[in-house]
């Protein structure tokens, strides 16, 4: 069994940084996407960044330009770059993991940005 745990939200001024990691507990890692999502009080969860086990990545137009993805298979991590935030950005932020018929969440971290 895969487990995701997300770390790194938190607090912000409009205009911060933050930077989100997801450890994950299984050897499964390299070979499947991994992506981060968001769910706003009152809104759908949504995908916000996702990357292929050989690096390829896509990103909401929200973020583009804002947020990275990366990741480091060998340390078995996700990671988002969050910078430029805005008020908009506030969310609970999960950490999802898919392919090889599995499908992985982590717990969600929360990103408050301040105006």
């Known amino acids: 069994q895969v487990q995701l745990v997300e770390s790194g939200g938190g607090l912000v001024q409009a205009g911060g940084s933050l930077r989100l990691s997801c450890a994950s507990s299984g050897s499964i890692f390299s070979i499947i996407t991994m992506g981060w999502y968001r769910q706003a009080p009152g809104k759908q969860r949504e995908q916000v960044a996702a990357?292929?086990?050989?690096?390829?990545?896509n990103y909401a137009d929200s973020v583009k330009g804002r947020f990275t993805i990366s990741r480091d298979n060998a340390k078995n991590t996700l990671y988002l770059q969050m910078n430029s935030l805005k008020p908009e950005d506030t969310a609970t932020y999960y950490c999802r993991g898919w392919g090889r018929s599995r499908d992985y969440w982590g717990q969600g971290t929360q990103v408050t940005v301040s105006s």
């Open positions: 990357i292929t086990p050989g690096g390829n990545s």
